[in-house]
Structures are given as structure tokens and as C-alpha cells.
């Protein structure tokens, strides 16, 4: 046998297995989580002390602030689990476009059908990349209701994996980082120019990535 | 209102620790993402039953962990570790004098870390990775030190076995 290194299964370890980094976008939203939160604390001290000086004035501050920071934290949170919300029906609509054989209202690979096809259909001009190239063949595209939206769903295959894309207008803000994967459907979403886009597939996450910047490359 | 920004303060610097934590248990970096995220809510929920500042990380962990169990097959957590089979060892004579054969015995050390169950992943990152004290581990993985030291010790005859060569143990002896 030829030399072998002289350190042990602990300095192996640390040599080799990498300590990551949490995303930055993961990091951005736990400091607001952080910021919501101490308000709300900072609330409820103010109302004890507040108390012990004066009862009925400090219970009235307490109760605002308490209700106030209660409130924030509550929106926060409850953006957190209104994305969940919103994945589980896009990932149920995925699911049910295979199932049911409705995959596309316009089967077509020809851009120039599908895209006129969506007007008066749904309220906006959603943009129909042709990804030949970049290896997302299309398919079609059908209109679809999801948590209240009235959205265009594009169809991609990437060999064997069929790729919704969901789109609607939004503005909205997101909460935190998008979530990518559930269920073992991965999933990307990205907003541009007011519109919301969300993809499901059952290919990897780094495929649907490959996907979000073909389109959104191809779309400027 | 003035915000104190204590959790920020306290919590958040392990937040690296605890994503990476993530990622050696779920061996996946979007659940990895996800059960932090939780993890983080949980914790902003929770801050108040911290109740000394330096024990936030091992708290944080502690709950990071919780999240990524709860995530799992419930058939992976009862995989015994005599199921697991053996690695194939990529080139058992690979020199580390050279950049490829250190790269090929990081590739392998990982390899080996995947491959442990997960009772022993766990504990062998916590240790050597986090750089725990075995305190820390036995209350952020639910058990006796005991169990603690014997699993240690078991991660690195296995790891070691794997790897051949590298001494199984550093410092420590263990009953």
C-alpha cells in the first residue's frame, strides 16, 4: 500500500465534507422573520412595565402593541404558509394534467398558434418562447383556475418530463424564498414584468432552472 | 417603537450551521431550504423557551433537526446500520500528496458520510463538522451521552473501515 494520509477520520471529515452557506435569500427572510417577531416582544414588555406605573394606560399600549406585533407576525407567517397553499394546488394541477389526458387545450408546437389562442382568454399576452434549442420542446397550452387565478399554463417536454408553466398577473410580494420542491415535483417561480410564473415539473430542480432562464432569456 | 433585534443578535449567526445541518441530513438542498425555512419559524415562535443565549446554536440545531426528521420516509429513520451496505472504494491506494488524489479522498470521505445511517450522519457532523460538545449532541439528538460516545465511535470504525487507513478515532477512547 502506498502512503497513506498520516490524520484521522475527523480531520478527513472537516477536509472534505464543505460547511455551506445558507442561501442569501433564505437569510434575507429569516432577519425579517427576526424583525417581526421583536416587535412583537418588544410589545409586551412595554406593556408590563407600563402596568407597574400605570395599570389602565399601560394595559390599553400592551394590548395595541401585543395585537399589532400579533398581526405582523401572523401576516408573515401566514405568506409562508399561503405559498405552501398555492404549491399544493399547482402541484395537484400538474398531477391532474397528466392524469386526465387535458394537457393542452392548443396542441401545438408553433408559437404563432398557441400565443393568439390565449387572447380573450386569459387577460394578458403571455409570452410563448419556442425552446427547441435550449432542449424544452413545446407542446400547447391550456387556461387554468388556480387559488383564484384565471392562469395560462404553457406545456414543455424535456424528454420523458412534462413541464407545466403556470403564469397570472401578480405583483404581489413574495414570501421568502419560493418553495422548490414538494411532493418530489420540483418547482421554480420567478415574477417578471407583473406577471407570476410558476413551473412544475417532475424533472430535477437544476433542469427546471435551465428551464426559467431559457424562458426568461428568450422572452426579452 | 424601539425593535430590539435579539434574535437576529442571538439566533442568526447559526443560521449557516443550521442550513448546513440541513443539508448533511436531508441530502438535499431544496428540502434543505425548506426545513430550515420551518425551522426558522418554529424558532421565531419558540424564542422564548431559550433560556440562556449560549446554548441558541444547539437550541437552533436541535429544532433543525426536528424539522428534517419529520420530513423523512418513516422507514429511513429505522434502517439499522448493519443494512447499509458497504462502499465500493474508488482507489484504495489513491496518494494525497497530489490535488487528484486529495480530491478523490474528499470524494470518498463524502461518500462514506452519505452512506452512514442516519443516527450516525447525524451525530458524526454534529461532532466533528459543527464541532459540538458531546452535551450539545446528546440534547440536540434526543438521547444519552452514552449513546452519544457509542455512536461516535461506531461512525468512525465504519467511516474508517470504509476509507481504510485513516486512524478511526482522534483523541478519545471510548468503552
Known amino acids: 500500500m502506498s502512503a497513506q494520509p498520516p490524520h484521522s477520520i475527523g480531520d478527513a471529515i472537516r477536509e472534505s465534507l464543505p460547511a455551506y452557506e445558507a442561501p442569501a435569500a433564505l437569510r434575507e427572510w429569516a432577519r425579517a422573520q427576526a424583525e417581526g417577531a421583536s416587535r412583537e416582544r418588544a410589545g409586551a414588555w412595554h406593556g408590563r412595565a407600563m402596568r407597574r406605573l400605570a395599570y389602565a394606560a399601560g394595559l390599553v399600549l400592551a394590548v395595541t402593541a401585543g395585537w399589532v406585533g400579533q398581526r405582523e407576525y401572523a401576516a408573515s407567517a401566514g405568506r409562508a404558509s399561503a405559498q405552501r397553499m398555492l404549491v399544493a394546488a399547482l402541484v395537484d394541477t400538474h398531477v391532474r394534467s397528466l392524469m386526465v389526458d387535458h394537457l393542452v387545450d392548443v396542441p401545438s408546437s408553433d408559437h404563432h398558434t398557441v400565443k393568439p389562442w390565449f387572447a380573450g382568454k386569459v387577460p394578458f399576452s403571455p409570452h410563448v418562447p419556442e425552446l427547441q434549442d435550449q432542449g424544452f420542446t413545446l407542446v400547447g397550452g391550456r387556461v387554468e383556475f388556480i387559488a383564484g387565478h384565471t392562469a395560462a399554463a404553457l406545456v414543455y417536454k424535456r424528454g420523458l418530463h412534462t413541464i407545466n408553466l403556470f403564469i397570472w398577473p401578480s405583483s404581489e410580494q413574495s414570501a421568502g424564498p419560493p418553495i422548490t420542491s414538494y411532493q418530489a415535483y420540483s418547482l421554480a417561480h420567478w415574477t417578471d414584468r407583473d406577471l407570476s410564473y410558476w413551473a412544475v415539473s417532475d424533472a430535477a430542480a437544476p433542469e427546471l432552472e435551465t428551464f426559467e432562464r431559457a424562458y426568461a432569456a428568450a422572452s426579452r | ?175
Open chain 2, 1 to 175: 417603537m424601539s425593535a430590539d433585534t435579539r434574535f437576529e443578535r442571538v439566533v442568526l449567526p447559526h443560521l449557516n450551521a443550521a442550513y448546513t445541518l440541513a443539508r448533511y441530513l436531508t441530502r438535499d438542498a431544496s428540502e434543505a431550504e425548506d426545513a430550515t425555512q420551518e425551522a426558522i419559524l418554529r424558532a421565531v415562535r419558540y424564542f422564548g423557551t431559550l433560556r440562556s443565549e449560549a446554548d441558541a446554536r444547539a437550541w437552533l440545531l436541535a429544532i433543525v433537526r426536528r424539522e428534517c426528521h419529520g420530513r423523512r420516509q418513516p422507514q429511513v429513520a429505522t434502517v439499522s446500520y448493519d443494512e447499509v451496505p458497504e462502499l465500493q472504494l474508488v482507489d484504495p491506494n489513491a496518494h494525497t500528496d497530489t490535488e487528484a488524489g486529495r480530491a478523490i479522498l474528499q470524494h470518498r470521505v463524502r461518500e462514506a458520510v452519505a452512506a452512514l445511517p442516519d443516527v450516525l450522519r447525524e451525530t458524526v457532523i454534529l461532532r466533528e463538522l459543527q464541532q459540538c460538545t458531546y452535551e450539545e449532541i446528546a440534547t440536540i439528538t434526543e438521547v444519552p451521552l452514552g449513546t452519544v460516545m457509542s455512536r461516535l465511535s461506531r461512525a468512525r470504525t465504519r467511516l474508517a473501515g470504509m476509507l481504510g487507513g485513516l486512524a478511526p478515532s482522534g483523541e478519545e477512547e471510548y468503552g
